[in-house]
T-cell receptor, first 112, second 110 residues
Framework: DAGITQSPRHKVTETGTPVTLRCHQTENHRYMYWYRQDPGHGLRLIHYSYGVKDTDKGEVSDGYSVSRSKTEDFLLTLESATSSQTSVYFC???????????FGPGTRLTVL | KQEVTQIPAALSVPEGENLVLNCSFTDSAIYNLQWFRQDPGKGLTSLLLIQSSQREQTSGRLNASLDKSSGRSTLYIAASQPGDSATYLCAGQGAQKLVFGQGTRLTINP
């Protein structure tokens, strides 16, 4: 598996506070993705990146922003967390544009 | 908009049985179809990827097929083992990137 780490692994925060989740990869994959996983909804794409400084929105991007200043790091920011953003967040990487995606271990975020 | 459906949502079988998990998708314009495994509290592990030009892929006891014309994929697991217990997800990759089904939770009983 690709070397993908996510930090933090668990976080509890309060409504209205900013939160940043980090995804770090060591495989030099071009594509990186952020998903959220919720009961009844499955995995849904939030944002993705197809290169340094190149990002685009996914299915559920409202309330989230991303940044990618170097190949190995992809940051997901909740500018003002809401309870509806309580979820498990997964990062994934992919070498090309239609290849296998490799997933990180996930971050469990609770917004009170 | 691509929609991916997996039926059944849960399946329980005795050890040693051969079984089939089903996945259907609405948009045949996919680049590939991927199957993943997810253990409780863990991330996803890629099992098989079938490119749109292929009809099947095999890895050990796993065989996945793809029929774009009917919008279906199946994952066949031979000689099931308790260690195969997990949630299995399929995902179609296209212009909207990966779209996931909600998974089939598989339990193999010793």
């Amino acid at each position: 598996d690709a070397g993908i780490t996510q930090s933090p692994r668990h976080k509890v925060t309060e409504t209205g506070t900013p939160v940043t989740l980090r995804c770090h990869q060591t495989e030099n994959h071009r594509y990186m993705y952020w998903y959220r996983q919720d009961p009844g909804h499955g995995l849904r794409l939030i944002h993705y990146s197809y290169g340094v400084k190149d990002t685009d929105k996914g299915e559920v991007s409202d309330g989230y922003s991303v940044s990618r200043s170097k190949t190995e790091d992809f940051l997901l920011t909740l500018e003002s967390a809401t309870s509806s953003q309580t979820s498990v967040y997964f990062c994934a990487t992919e070498y090309g544009g239609s290849d296998t995606q490799y997933f990180g271990p996930g971050t469990r975020l609770t917004v009170l | 908009k691509q929609e991916v459906t997996q039926i059944p949502a849960a399946l329980s079988v005795p050890e040693g049985e051969n079984l089939v998990l089903n996945c259907s998708f609405t948009d045949s314009a996919i680049y590939n179809l991927q199957w993943f495994r997810q253990d409780p509290g863990k991330g996803l592990t890629s099992l098989l990827l079938i490119q749109s030009s292929q009809r099947e892929q095999t890895s050990g006891r796993l065989n996945a097929s793809l029929d774009k014309s009917s919008g279906r994929s199946t994952l066949y697991i031979a000689a099931s083992q308790p260690g195969d217990s997990a949630t299995y997800l399929c995902a179609g990759q296209g212009a909207q990137k990966l779209v996931f089904g909600q998974g089939t939770r598989l339990t193999i009983n010793p």
